[in-house]
């Protein structure tokens, strides 16, 4: 089957309008949060919310980024059965890592740990469920429930005077709400079906997908842990304040990346998938070209007025957030670019160079970090991740765009 440009930018529009929607009442609720919350509860939900991402995206194995290349339906309930039970079990580990968490840091706040982790990997497996039937409008619908629905509950938790605890809980709440919208499609025997999959089919597509746990979760993991340590780094060198400007300044920043970056990701892959060579190396082409168009003003607005903007948006005690801003500006314009690119290796059956590629961009991330802390405190630090992150993104996209060998169909491999 070959990719057809102008299905590709229906889908694309499409979920860039739910998630248009979905990113601009967070934008508009910034700056009563930040009024709400002080610098150092930003800096205890960033810290929390680092550890639980790191955990959430492997809390389904990356079984569910095969669903959008299973063969038929029987193989994609089956692959969605073997999900749930997977996220089950990963959701039962975290409450010991919760306890253990909430002993270091003493704060109540890490007992949403395991709940936070289910809700994450649910609403990312439904997303991919829906994906794969191109049922776009539920997945853009559950993107405005859960973005839009986490800014409005934190900001009922910040009236309610719940510390980070209003930060932590409003997200929670509103991904476990975002499920309401994949009623649909309903697996093949319908969604019980799921509970009485055979051990033996399980094993079946275990195998069949077995490069998804065995080189794609550590590629995962290691980017979530990017971020991870990167807290840590920040809060030994700087202290939590620096974190919350921190994390407020990539919440922000990297907000875009995530809606705009899922929304071009889940309509390319598909077609990624089963697209003939050329058509799929000229997609991916299209994409960067797309994105850098978009992300080179962004970045020249942020150099320009990043510290002023902050202070003006969300309060004078957030400028050193807005200095943050420019100086992480180009690592953002590059990561802008490169969000919806992840896709391109799993869809062309390249992950273990993707990993291995990841694995040299986050060596990369936390060298600069934490040079430049050393050196030059914390905007040092975002200056060179910037420098630093830059150079191995524009090799990133020499990459992609020259590949050779692409995969006729890459789902029917």
Same mark, same amino acid.
């Given at each position: ?8 930018? &229906? ?14 009442? !967070? ?11 002080? %610098? ?130 409003? =997200? ?14 309903? !697996? ?24 998804? %746990?065995?080189?794609?979760? !550590? ?51 598909? &077609?990624?998938?089963?697209?003939? %060579? ?51 500006? =180009? ?72 590949? &050779? ?9």
């Amino acid at each position: 089957m070959h990719s057809r440009p102008d299905g590709l930018l &229906k889908a694309t529009l499409t979920l860039l309008a739910g998630g248009a929607v979905a990113q601009a009442i !967070p934008l508009l609720l910034g700056p009563w949060l930040t009024r709400l919350y002080t %610098p150092d509860e930003f800096g205890h939900y960033t810290a929390f919310a680092a550890l639980a991402a790191n955990v959430a995206v492997i809390a389904c194995a990356r079984y569910d980024f095969a669903l959008p290349l299973a063969r038929d339906e029987d193989e994609a309930r089956d692959l969605m059965a073997l999900c749930l039970r997977v996220l089950a079990a990963v959701t039962l580990c975290c409450v010991p890592l919760a306890w253990i968490a909430g002993e270091v840091f003493g704060l109540a706040l890490w007992a949403w740990l395991p709940v936070a982790v289910a809700a994450a990997g649910l609403v990312q497996c439904l997303t991919l469920w829906a994906t794969r039937a191109q049922h776009f409008r539920r997945v853009s619908g559950s993107r405005v429930t859960q973005y839009g629905g986490a800014a409005v509950l934190q900001v009922a938790g910040g009236v309610a005077h719940l510390g980070p605890a209003g930060l932590v809980g409003g =997200p929670v709440v509103a991904a476990l709400a975002a499920c309401a919208w994949f009623t649909g499609p309903v !697996p093949k025997g319908g969604w019980r079906a799921l509970l009485h999959t055979p051990r033996a089919a399980l094993a079946a597509v275990a195998r069949r997908h077995r490069e998804f %746990p065995l080189l794609n979760t !550590p590629h995962a993991f290691a980017g979530a842990l990017q971020d991870t340590l990167a807290v840590v780094l920040l809060v030994a060198w700087t202290g939590e304040a620096a974190a919350g400007f921190w994390g407020l300044a990539l919440r922000y920043l990297k907000a875009p990346a995530t809606l705009v970056g899922s929304a071009v990701s889940q309509a390319l892959y598909p &077609k990624l998938a089963h697209a003939a %060579p050329d058509d799929a190396r000229r997609a991916v082409r299209q994409v960067m070209g797309m994105l850098a168009a978009i992300a080179v003003p962004l970045v020249l607005v942020l150099v320009i007025t990043g510290p002023s903007l902050f202070a003006w948006l969300f309060g004078e005690r957030w400028r050193p957030a807005g200095e943050l801003a420019r100086a992480l500006a =180009p690592y953002i314009g590059a990561h802008f670019v490169a969000a919806p690119l992840a896709v391109v290796t799993l869809a062309w059956r390249a992950q273990g160079w993707a990993l291995r590629f990841s694995l040299v961009g986050q060596a990369v991330f936390l060298a600069a970090l934490a040079a430049g802390l050393h050196f030059g405190g914390l905007l040092g630090g975002a200056w060179a991740v910037s420098a630093g992150m830059t150079l191995y993104f524009g090799a990133y996209f020499w990459c992609l765009a020259t590949w &050779k060998e692409v995969p006729h169909g890459a789902a029917a491999a």
